[in-house]
């Protein structure tokens, strides 16, 4: 069969796209149907995603869909680790809570104190991050939120809108294991966990693998895709062979590895190492890192004082900067939440006896740098832990646009860098549709597709060895 054309629904933590996806039987086509902005709401104390504004831009988004063409089926994928909360009758309780809320504050050392965070990553091989569901659900229980006692269903954030699609409440594989309820060993929610914590297991609806078909909106047939954005995202690197390493760069970058079975050993827990699920029979062992997040908010905050830049026109002032002139860790907590993060930085800076970054060039090169070095600290201890051999890195998402931060990357792993597909995660939730209607054969099928015929950019190294002094200096400001 060929021809035929999907729908994939794509929300990113900053804006959302609904894209046609057509096969014809050769090569992939994407057409833009709808794009949005991501606007998280909040009140005097609680930052939520307003699921219902993102709901209507999804609904809008398949009718242009449709109207520009026939189409057989569609599927959402979003960011990891938000969730939804049913009533009995399977009504939304309240708008989904951001990750980025401060209700999880101090909940990491509540879990800590109830389950040693060694036990839980045996059990699920999740790094124990604050924005975790896990510990999401731990406020509420540790506040004994009443939305706990009346809840019937748990549901993750893609499955909410796959669920109003779809009319099913279920939970998708690669998305459930971002949770860190789950336990991929058993390949069921982790009860002994739960039961410790006092978190109902009755909640946490039944998991099903991407390309599940669940019902019907408008004649479109509606599955489960990799739900997970960056599990879709990997679905659509173009590597043949596992000597590549892939990063999803976008508000997160996530730099891993394709393995056959989580790793969970001293190595992988001292190194925050996470096991996520990835498409058929896959796990992604990767390294979270807090990404353009830091380049987002800066811009946000120099908006609002009257000084609006375009991604690009940022780009051209880091060019501008010296080099390695100071350098952050990103993974610093003080960076997670929404706010001012050019004082951040210049704070972090100063308490580091760093010359202060002033100029919005000299800020966005303090991070690009701290990026590199950040990707090149995680591709040395996955090659230590694992044994494999990397030789290039793959970067797909809306970041792999960034010729400069590309650029800085390659410097700094020493190893080509590809660049490619810009809409991985659209296209890698369009390929588990297509293997769900029989178009394509397998993973490793869509993935020669798109080595031959998805346009990549290559960067080599521009020096002859990395800036090894620059480095020591990154790896001692992470240490502090």
């Known amino acids: 069969m060929s021809g035929r054309t999907v729908i994939a629904v794509d929300l990113g933590a900053e804006s959302g796209r609904v894209m046609r996806v057509s096969f014809d039987g050769v090569k992939f086509q994407l057409q833009e149907a709808h794009r949005f902005r991501n606007i998280p709401l909040e009140t005097h104390d609680t930052l939520y995603w307003n ?50 809320d401060k209700r999880t504050h101090g909940m990491v050392d509540w879990v800590n104190a109830r389950i040693p965070t060694r036990t839980l990553y045996d059990r699920t091989g999740i790094q124990p991050l604050s924005i975790n569901t896990l510990y999401q659900l731990a406020s509420l229980r540790a506040s004994d939120d009443p939305a706990l006692k009346i809840a019937r269903r748990l549901i993750t954030i893609p499955m909410l809108f796959t669920y109003w699609l779809s009319g099913a409440q279920v939970n998708e594989f690669t998305h459930a294991t971002t949770t860190q309820c789950y336990n991929p060993r058993t390949q069921t929610w982790d009860a002994e966990t739960l039961d410790t914590l006092g978190i109902p297991k009755a909640l946490f609806a039944e998991v099903v693998l991407p390309g599940t078909r669940l019902g019907s909106y408008r004649g479109l047939s509606i599955f489960a895709t990799t739900a997970h954005d960056t599990a879709s995202a990997v679905a659509a690197v173009p590597a043949a062979d596992r000597r590549s390493a892939y990063l999803s760069s976008g508000t997160w970058s996530l730099l891993g590895l394709e393995v056959d079975q989580p790793l969970t050993n001293d190595g992988a827990f001292a190194a925050d190492l996470t096991n996520e699920g990835g498409a058929y029979n896959t796990f992604r062992l990767q390294q979270n890192v807090m990404g353009l997040w830091l380049v987002q908010q800066s811009r946000e905050t120099w908006s609002s004082t009257g000084r609006s830049y375009s991604y690009e026109e940022l780009v051209d002032l880091a060019k501008q900067a010296e080099p390695f002139r100071s350098l952050v860790n990103p993974d610093d907590a003080r960076f997670l939440e929404p706010g001012d993060m050019p004082t951040r930085i210049r704070a972090f800076c100063q308490e580091t006896g760093q010359p202060i970054p002033e100029t919005e060039g000299q800020i966005v090169r303090t991070i690009y740098e701290s990026l590199a070095l950040r990707y090149r600290a995680s591709i040395e201890k996955l090659t230590e832990l694992t044994g494999r051999k990397i030789e290039r890195l793959h970067i797909v998402g809306g970041g792999s646009r960034n010729t400069l931060l590309n650029q800085f990357t390659a410097n700094a792993i020493q190893r080509p860098v590809v660049t490619g597909p810009i809409e991985g995660t659209a296209l890698g939730n369009a390929i588990v549709q297509f293997i769900a209607l029989g178009d394509i054969d397998s993973i490793h099928q869509a993935r020669t597709i ?26 001692a400001l992470c240490k502090a």
């Not at 699921?51 to 999804?58: H, T």
């Not at 057989?72 to 399977?90: I, M, P």
């Not at 798109?450 to 790896?475: V, W």
């Open 51 to 100: 699921a219902l504004r993102l709901w209507r831009d999804i609904q809008i988004g398949i009718d242009r869909a449709l109207a520009m063409g026939p189409a057989e089926s569609a599927a959402v994928s979003t960011w990891g680790v938000d969730f939804a909360l049913l009533d009995g009758r399977g009504n939304l309780l309240d708008n989904p809570v951001h990750y980025r």
């Open 450 to 475: 798109l080595s031959k015929t998805e346009q990549t950019g290559i960067y080599e190294p521009q020096q002859e060895s990395a800036d090894d002094s620059s480095y020591a200096r990154f790896l």
